[in-house]
């Protein structure tokens, strides 16, 4: 994942919520975005830019790729820098960023530190933090119903999250996390573990010649996240150039996402040219299985991986850990000057065998319980063009590559062209590359990203996306096409005022119903926005957004949507207190012109709803930060449906058009 330099202006809750939104604002699913804490914690600490390869320079989105090659070449005619105002000889470079760069990087050595490892664990910067949550009116699943009704949900409706982490220095980092959904049993007769999930990672990151060390729950990815990339990985977004992956190695995972990490050690040996990783990772996994006739016997078979983490009813609990999966990777990353190339393999094997899918979309997907891949990934920078790419081959034989290109035509022009190819057989397992699906497989696509700026006020991005699909989908009984557009006008007066206009459309075939059948029909929807935010007085922030929907398809099928919400936040500068209130009304005719709006929330969660039908929705916010150390915050937020008696499907079933939620979390650091 990549960050811009908003994160960078100030570590805020604002800032912070800024940048998350424009990241997921354009995703069809809310994720687990604890990952992104992960990134903040290391833009806290100052590097040393002599020190920075051109990947880490990259990974923090303050430079673009002309400006990074301009820094590398300095270095090399001139020795490293003296002072980070030294940069005010790269012309390349303006002084606002220059300033920028001051917040992030300094020039002085970084001292050596002679405390004992056992001192620098007990000296690390500590915290506590816990979460809880729940909705009101309950669902149907907590009504009482007979005691041998399976599809009851044991536990309260509470959901409760608890993280310990301790950090010195981004040198040591290690933590514990526990959680408990909504729904699931705790610390009943039946269930004495307490929490349903339990994390533990350990992570060393040092300048010596074991340079990396992961125990316990990791994250790895390596060149474009291919061949093997874990945790998330962004797709199209608002920000229009963010399309390369800037994965860095292993990191400690520290997310609540309960199948996407690696369980094991990993470690990175090497220098500042040549570094050897070497990860094993043994964990297990909640899948679906099914009892299979093979070869004259019956043997359990999975179908396929389950990734929500619910474990409440009988069913969803007798999917739990059901797959053991065994990881065995290798990458040799070799660095000079303004090249990176690596090569990674991947060995996988799994206790149980994947099924032969009976689904047709399904029939060239993974089956068997083993697999092997190797891909080969390069980054080059040269002056303002920085090329990128990965190749990966399975043991399928079946290939998929990634590639792409930034140019930097001046100070004010920069655009991205990004390729990709994955086969209908490509081996999707431990990936994250670049896709307009969740998962790279299935899709041929190019991608142009374009961001111009005639001055510091104004600037202008678009992005075109254009893919197919060679073989059946989940929505598409054939072969799927589709395209997408973005353009954004963006003006800023000030750093407290904006004002920015977005189109964005999306053409794609589709399964649609039209009399008794399927048909494949082009569909359409359409989004237009108008954002508004300004200092109405110095500890008030208005933000303002009105959103329209439009979706067709050619049989003149039709629906239509509006939102709008208001915000106010009050923050005055020092003070321990801030307030945070919006107001959202809503106008959708169905879930086809559905509006997605990216929410705030307590500190580590987010919330991203999709609002279809009529209604409104309230909220409030109330953060207290006592001293340094402890902070209580507080949400509670009021939707109330025009259109509807019932909210919910299934066991989420709420007989009621009126939903209260409440968010509630303590920290404490020492």
Same mark, same amino acid.
């Given at each position: ?7 960078l202006?100030? $570590? ?7 940048t ?7 995703? #069809?699913v ?9 990134q903040?914690?290391?833009f ?15 990974s923090y989105?303050?430079?673009?790729s002309n ?10 005619e001139?020795?490293?820098?003296v002072?980070?105002?030294e940069?005010?000889?790269i012309?390349?470079i303006?002084?606002e ?26 000296s690390?910067k500590k915290?506590?933090i ?7 009116p *309950?669902?149907e699943?907590?009504q ?5 009704d399976?599809a ?6 509470l ?8 950090n010195?220095? $981004?040198k ?9 959904d909504?729904?699931?049993?705790f610390l ?9 999930y339990?994390s533990?990672h ?5 300048k ?16 474009q996240?291919l ?11 608002a920000?229009?150039?963010n399309v390369?992956?800037v994965?860095q190695g ?5 997310a609540?996402?309960e199948?996407g990490?690696?369980r094991g ?20 996994i909640?899948a ?7 070869e ?6 999975i ?8 474990h409440?009813t009988?069913?969803e ?5 059901m ?14 000057k303004?090249?990176?190339v690596?090569?990674?393999n991947?060995?996988?094997?799994y ?13 060239y ?5 083993r ?7 390069l ?6 063009i920085?090329f ?7 043991s399928?034989?079946?290939p998929g ?12 022009i920069d ?7 994955y086969?209908k ?13 969740s998962e790279?497989?299935n899709?041929r696509g ?10 510091r ?10 893919y197919?699909s ?7 009984d054939g ?5 997408d557009f973005l353009?954004?006008?963006?003006f800023?007066?000030?750093?407290s005022?904006?004002i920015?206009?977005r189109?964005?459309q999306?053409?794609?075939?589709k399964?649609?119903?039209?009399g008794h ?9 359409r ?9 109405a007085?110095?500890f ?6 009105l959103?329209?929907?439009?979706? *067709?398809?050619?049989?003149n $099928?039709?629906?239509l ?5 208001? #915000? ?10 801030s ?11 169905n879930?086809n012109?559905r509006i ?11 919330s ?9 929705k ?6 207290y ?7 209580i ?5 009021f ?24 968010n509630m ?6």
């Amino acid at each position: 994942m990549c960050f811009p330099s908003i994160f960078l202006n100030a $570590q805020s809750d604002t800032d912070q919520f800024i940048t998350l939104e424009k990241f997921i604002e354009n995703n #069809d699913v809310a994720g687990d975005y604890h990952e992104l804490e992960d990134q903040l914690l290391r833009f806290r600490q100052k590097n040393n830019l002599n020190k920075c390869s051109s990947m880490e320079l990259m990974s923090y989105k303050i430079l673009k790729s002309n400006q990074v090659a301009a820094i590398l070449n300095h270095k090399i005619e001139f020795g490293d820098f003296v002072s980070i105002l030294e940069l005010q000889t790269i012309n390349e470079i303006s002084l606002e960023e220059i300033k920028l760069l001051a917040q992030w990087f300094t020039t002085n050595e970084m001292f050596m530190d002679s405390k004992k490892l056992w001192e620098q664990i007990t000296s690390a910067k500590k915290d506590v933090i816990v979460s809880i949550s729940t909705n009101r009116p *309950t669902s149907e699943a907590y009504q009482t119903r007979d005691s041998t009704d399976f599809a009851k949900y044991p536990g309260s409706p509470l959901s409760l999250k608890c993280r310990f982490r301790g950090n010195y220095n $981004q040198k040591i980092i290690y933590g514990v996390n526990a959680e408990k959904d909504e729904g699931e049993s705790f610390l009943n007769k039946k269930d004495k573990r307490g929490f349903d999930y339990y994390s533990f990672h350990l992570f060393f990151n040092r300048k010596t010649l074991v340079k990396k060390l992961a125990i316990g729950d990791f994250q790895a990815g390596f060149g474009q996240g291919l061949t093997l990339g874990s945790g998330m990985g962004f797709g199209k977004s608002a920000m229009v150039l963010n399309v390369k992956r800037v994965n860095q190695g292993l990191g400690p995972y520290r997310a609540f996402n309960e199948n996407g990490f690696l369980r094991g050690i990993g470690v990175t040996i090497g220098n500042n040219k040549l570094e050897n990783s070497l990860i094993f990772s043994r964990n297990k996994i909640d899948a679906n299985v099914e009892l299979a006739q093979i070869e004259g016997e019956k043997k359990l078979q999975i179908r396929t991986l389950v990734n929500d983490g619910f474990h409440r009813t009988e069913l969803e609990m007798s999917k739990k850990d059901m797959l053991v999966e065994y990881l065995l990777a290798h990458n040799l990353n070799y660095s000079i000057k303004h090249l990176h190339v690596g090569l990674t393999n991947v060995l996988g094997k799994y206790d149980l065998a994947f099924s032969v899918s009976k689904d047709i979309y399904n029939r060239y997907n993974f089956s068997g319980n083993r697999y092997f891949k190797t891909g080969f990934y390069l980054d080059y920078y040269f002056k303002n063009i920085n090329f990128f790419s990965e190749t990966t081959i399975s043991s399928n034989a079946k290939p998929g590559y990634v590639a792409g290109v930034f140019v930097s035509l001046a100070k004010s022009i920069d655009f991205v062209l990004l390729n990709r190819n994955y086969s209908k057989s490509f081996l999707k397992l431990k990936t994250n590359a670049f896709s307009e699906s969740s998962e790279p497989n299935n899709e041929r696509g190019t991608y142009l990203g374009l961001i111009y700026k005639p001055n510091r006020k104004v600037s202008f991005s678009s992005y075109f996306d254009k893919y197919t699909s060679p073989w059946y989908s989940y929505y598409v009984d054939g072969m799927g096409r589709g395209s997408d557009f973005l353009s954004e006008i963006h003006f800023q007066s000030s750093k407290s005022s904006l004002i920015y206009i977005r189109f964005k459309q999306k053409l794609e075939i589709k399964n649609t119903i039209n009399g008794h059948h399927n048909s494949l029909l082009w569909t359409e929807k359409r989004n237009f926005r108008i954002h508004v935010e300004f200092m109405a007085a110095s500890f008030l922030k208005v933000k303002s957004r009105l959103e329209f929907s439009d979706f *067709t398809n050619t049989i003149n $099928q039709s629906s239509l949507g509006n939102l709008l919400f208001l #915000d106010f936040i009050f923050k005055k500068n020092l003070a321990p207190v801030s307030l945070t209130l919006r107001s959202t009304w809503f106008n959708i005719d169905n879930y086809n012109s559905r509006i997605y709006a990216v929410e705030n929330d307590v500190m580590y969660s987010w919330s991203v709803p999709a609002f279809s039908g009529v209604g409104s929705k309230y909220y409030g916010i109330l953060k207290y930060k006592y001293q340094k150390n402890v902070s209580i915050q507080i949400r509670y937020a009021f939707t109330h449906y025009m259109d509807r008696k019932v909210i919910g499907t299934g066991n989420n079933t709420i007989n009621s058009d009126k939903l209260h939620e409440i968010n509630m979390l303590i920290s404490c650091g020492f």
